[in-house]
C-alpha cells in the first residue's frame, strides 16, 4: 500500500522559502567576500610599496600622511609631500594616482579632497588632467570589480536603484557616451553607483572610460584651481566654496549641451 504524503501548509511552505532564500543570500555573500578582500588587501600591499619607493621618506614625515578629510588635512599633506616633489616628482605624482585609484576602485570617499591636494601639489596644468585620469583609471577598476565579483551583491542590495537605472539606459542606448558625460557632470546619481551599476545594465566600457574622462573634469578643474591657491588664499574653507554660482551654472551649461544628441 503507498503511502500518502502529507501536504505541507501554507505557512510551513513561505518559512523553507525565507529559510532556502536566506542560506541562498549567505552563500552568494561568501563566495564573493573572499576575492574581494584578497583584492582588497592586495592592493593594500602595492599603495605601501609606492610608499616605499620614496627614497629619504622620513618617520616623521610618514605619520603625517593620510587621506584627507578636510582642507586641514590636504594642507598638511601638501606641505609634507611638497618637500619630495622637488627631488622625486614622478615618485610622489605615482604616490598620488596609486591613492586615487584605489579609492576609487573601492568606492572609498575622499576623491574631491585628493583633487584640491593634486591642485596643491602640481598645480592646474598636471593636476586636472592627472585626476580626471585617474577617476577614470579607478572607475574602471570598479566597474571590472562589480561585473566579474560584486554583481551578485550589487544586484541584491540595490534592486530598486538597479530598475530605475536600467530605465534611463534603455532611453539613451543609442547616445551612451553622451548619458555618461551628463551623469558624471550632474550630481543626479552618485559616481559609486555608476561605477557598480553601468556593466550590470551593459554599458561597455569604452563609452563608460571617455565619458567618466571628459565627464569629471569640469568640476575636477574648480578643485585643482582652489587646492592650487590653497596655500596662497584662506578663503576656500570646505569643498563647498568652490562651487559659487558661475562654477554652478557652468556644470549646468555643460550638463545641458551633454545631452543635447540624446
Not at 83 to 107: D, G, H, K, P
Not at 187 to 204: A, E, M, R, T, Y
Not at 210 to 236: D, E, S
Request: charged share 15%; hydrophobic share 50%; net charge positive.
Amino acid at each position: 500500500m503507498s503511502e500518502v504524503k502529507k501536504r505541507k501548509s501554507p505557512g510551513v511552505l513561505i518559512k523553507e522559502r525565507s529559510s532556502n532564500a536566506l542560506k541562498a543570500s549567505i552563500e552568494i555573500g561568501r563566495t564573493n567576500f573572499w576575492p574581494l578582500v584578497g583584492l582588497f588587501l592586495g592592493s593594500l600591499i602595492i599603495l605601501y610599496l609606492v610608499f616605499q619607493n620614496i627614497p629619504n621618506f622620513s618617520n616623521e614625515h610618514r605619520a603625517q600622511l593620510r587621506v584627507p578629510t578636510n582642507l586641514q588635512d590636504v594642507k598638511t599633506v601638501s606641505d609634507v609631500l611638497s618637500l619630495y616633489t622637488r627631488t622625486n616628482y614622478y615618485s610622489v605624482l605615482l604616490a598620488f594616482a596609486a591613492v586615487y585609484i584605489f579609492l576609487q576602485a573601492f568606492s572609498i570617499p575622499g576623491s574631491v579632497l585628493l583633487s584640491f591636494l593634486g591642485g596643491a601639489l602640481f598645480g592646474v596644468g598636471v593636476g586636472v588632467p592627472l585626476v580626471c585620469f585617474t577617476s577614470a583609471v579607478g572607475a574602471s577598476f570598479s566597474y571590472l570589480i562589480s561585473y566579474y565579483i560584486c554583481r551578485n551583491l550589487v544586484r541584491r542590495y540595490f534592486p530598486d536603484k538597479l530598475r530605475t537605472f536600467s530605465t534611463e539606459i534603455a532611453k539613451h542606448r543609442g547616445h551612451l557616451l553622451n548619458y555618461i558625460l551628463f551623469l558624471r557632470i550632474t550630481p543626479f546619481l552618485p559616481n559609486w553607483f555608476i561605477n557598480l551599476s553601468s556593466p550590470l545594465l551593459d554599458v561597455p566600457l569604452r563609452p563608460f572610460i571617455i565619458g567618466t574622462y571628459f565627464g569629471v573634469m569640469p568640476a575636477t578643474y574648480f578643485a585643482v584651481k582652489a587646492g592650487a591657491t590653497l596655500n596662497k588664499a584662506a578663503v576656500v574653507k570646505s569643498p563647498s566654496d568652490i562651487f559659487d554660482l558661475q562654477a554652478v551654472l557652468t556644470l549646468a551649461g555643460l550638463a545641458l549641451v551633454s545631452v543635447l544628441p540624446t
